[in-house]
């Protein structure tokens, strides 16, 4: 449509009103860091994030390519739309009254506007219909004869108790009602009674035009009717379950101007509130699967609408939770293992780059949430979303089910697989887990085959993209540990100290520990780029707490070519999150361990070689010192080599 030129009255109210984080956030994954929000910037490739969003400021940044400005911008350049368009669309999103420099055209800019409201108005009025037809006693309405038979809901209500053993308050609290079966009884509703427009009702989605006669028919008939909001709590649609053999067994509302499958999600308005408090949010199939759970108490459960998760939506869901946690929990049969399957791959992307901890949660014997709540406690149900396992290793399990890696066939179809999934993995930290993971598994055990399978997995990997050698994860081996721990100075260096600088970094309270430790040992970091990122955190960190991240990426970003040897550190996984929790005294000491092993087997190599040129009968005082030292030495490394029992590569 014609857009005319808006009153400035008009462009600064949304200005103030539009929320960049809100606006953004649909666009980006975005992670709050300190005071401001960042993630990987839409307008140019990247791995780290350098997309900076100031909600103090309502203004964004990208260090990277420089992109900036405020939400109208940000709209406007990713897609290349005017500025008045850009305006209006915020405009009806925040309700802002819309006033233009040319009276005459106000009149028509405003009856376009006012169409979502009354589609809003008489989808309303359809759920009020809905509830009041459930549960209808005979009573007449205030027109003449009643429109719905008396006790015509009976049959869905006793479905929603019995079948679905939902209580009074759940029912009134997702305002789920009833389409009786007539072929005309909510268009006779909304249109004679009500007065609506039909094509104004036809808009909305409720009913159709007959094909071969003229008049029209209700989309929905004989169905329990489950309401579908907006995040706004406003009814955008509605889902019709059947009572009998009509299929199909759910039916949406069709597509209208305020209803987009692929843009919302079944009970987020009643959810936000969880996933926030929560930091988690729960993707199931159907309804009644998001409404059982919202029964037993579990309040950040949303569900699909019968589609597949598409990336706007997961970016909706994401803007309530810090931690970007989504766990989905889709049936456990072949059709809800490839609904999973679908929804990972519309999300993948944004999973491989770490922009969300996704999970996967399969109940036992193949049920849905809300045939596995029947009988069970709520309790039974959080267990196993506690240990849902992540994403990457719901794919492995996948490959391996019901495969036996001792038959040729089966292997080489694994491995393929396996090979293909780490091809994608973008982070260094991560791609090394699960190589090493990987491994562990084609190996069946034989750790004397773990560097084959390495070299085997790095040989495909290596021609589609950059990665740094994993350092195998060993496993405790009484005698031959020795023997299998590869001590050089390249594979336990990078770890150790990686480690000591990731729990600094994002755990204020161990820091204290980790700056005794250094001055007691008297350890320095050896790498280049780790002394340069301690050295800036030094500066900064004193009676600095949440903060310190956010600094010391300011700082780091006039030294590009550190800060790309450095960035991943700025950065947790879930493991180790969860590993530097549970242990991190034995962390710090392992760390610390690795550290000083190193540098203690510089020390002792350089012993040996001026040991072996002292003449014991020339000089036998001094090749009798040299004897103590040598001694003292190996026995120093042999306990530092004890307090380090533990394998740092499985925590990285």
């Known amino acids: 449509m014609h857009i005319p030129r808006l009153h400035p009255d008009t462009i600064e109210e949304v200005k103030q009103r539009a929320d ?6 649909e666009q ?6 300190g005071k401001d929000h960042v993630g990987l910037c839409p307008f140019h490739s990247e791995k780290s994030p350098s997309f900076t969003v100031s909600q103090t400021k309502q203004m964004y940044y990208c260090f990277g390519c420089q992109a900036g400005g405020n939400a109208i911008k940000f709209l406007m350049e990713l897609e290349k739309r005017s500025f008045a368009e850009v305006v209006l669309d915020l405009a009806r999103r925040y309700q802002v009254s819309v006033r233009t420099l040319e009276p005459e055209q106000r009149q028509e800019l405003q009856r376009q506007l006012s169409l979502r409201e009354q589609l809003y108005e008489v989808l309303a009025a359809a759920a009020q219909f809905y509830q009041h037809a459930l549960r209808y006693n005979g009573q007449k309405r205030p027109s003449e004869a009643p429109l719905v038979e008396a006790s015509s809901g009976e049959k869905a209500l006793q479905y929603l108790q019995s079948v679905r053993q939902l209580k009074e308050e759940t029912i009134q609290q997702f305002g789920i009602g009833y389409a009786p079966a007539g072929w005309e009884t909510l268009y006779r509703y909304l249109v004679e009674d009500k007065r609506y427009p039909v094509q104004l009702v036809e808009k909305a989605g409720l009913i159709k035009p007959r094909k071969e006669a003229s008049g029209y028919y209700d989309v929905f008939r004989d169905r329990v009717i489950i309401p579908i909001h907006d995040v706004l709590g406003r009814v955008i649609g509605f889902g019709g379950r059947s009572l009998g053999d009509e299929q199909p067994k759910y039916l949406n509302s069709p597509e209208t101007e305020v209803f987009i499958k692929g843009k919302t999600l079944f009970a987020l308005d009643k959810a936000k509130a969880g996933i926030s408090q929560q930091d988690q949010a729960v993707v199931v199939e159907g309804y009644f699967d998001a409404i059982a759970l919202h029964a037993a108490g579990i309040n950040n459960a949303i569900a699909s609408l019968g589609t597949a998760l598409s990336i706007e939506q997961v970016r909706q869901v994401l803007r ?16 809800g293992t490839n609904a999973a399957q679908r ?3 519309e999300i993948a992307e944004l999973a491989y780059k770490g922009e969300v901890q996704l999970k996967i949660l399969n109940l036992p014997d193949g049920k849905d949430a809300d045939e596995y709540l029947q009988g069970r406690e709520p309790e039974d149900y959080r267990q196993l979303l506690a240990k849902a396992p992540l994403w990457l290793d719901w794919q492995i399990q996948q490959m391996t089910k019901e495969r036996d890696l001792k038959q040729a066939a089966d292997f080489q179809q694994v491995s393929g697989q396996m090979v293909k999934l780490l091809k994608n993995i973008a982070n260094s930290d991560t791609l090394n887990y699960y190589i090493s993971h990987c491994d562990e598994i ?7 085959l773990i560097s084959l399978r390495v070299e085997n997995l790095l040989t495909q990997i290596a021609p589609t993209r950059a990665f740094r050698k994993p350092t195998p994860v060993i496993k405790q081996q009484p005698v031959e540990r020795q023997q299998s721990l590869d001590k050089s100075e390249s594979n336990l260096l990078p770890i150790a100290e990686a480690l000591l600088l990731q729990i600094y970094l994002h755990y204020p309270v161990y820091r204290g520990a980790i700056v005794d430790v250094l001055d007691e040992r008297d350890l320095q970091f050896s790498l280049s ?3 340069f990122l301690w050295r800036q955190i030094l500066e900064i960190s004193s009676g600095i707490d949440d903060d310190l991240i956010s600094m010391v990426q300011d700082r780091c970003l006039e030294f590009p070519e550190e800060m790309s040897l450095v960035s991943h550190l700025f950065h947790l996984n879930e493991k180790t999150q969860k590993e ?5 005294d034995k962390l710090i000491q392992a760390a610390t361990a690795c550290i000083e092993l190193v540098l203690r087997e510089k020390r002792y190599r350089h012993l040996c070689e001026v040991f072996e040129q002292i003449d014991p009968e020339a000089e036998p005082e001094k090749w009798e010192s040299y004897c103590k030292i040598f001694y003292q030495e190996k026995q120093q490394l042999q306990e530092l080599d004890r307090q380090r029992q533990f394998s740092l590569a499985e925590l990285l």
Do not use: M, P
């Open 320 to 335: 309530y939770t810090d931690s970007k946690q989504l766990v989905l929990n889709f049936d456990a049969d072949k059709a």
């Open 580 to 584: 530097i929790i549970s242990r991190h």
């Open 28 to 33: 980006v994954v975005l992670r709050k860091r």
């Open 20 to 25: 960049i984080v809100d606006v953004i956030s």
């Open 343 to 345: 929804a990972i791959g």
């Open 442 to 448: 084609l190996s069946l055990g034989d750790t004397r």
């Open 529 to 531: 780029h780790h002394r």
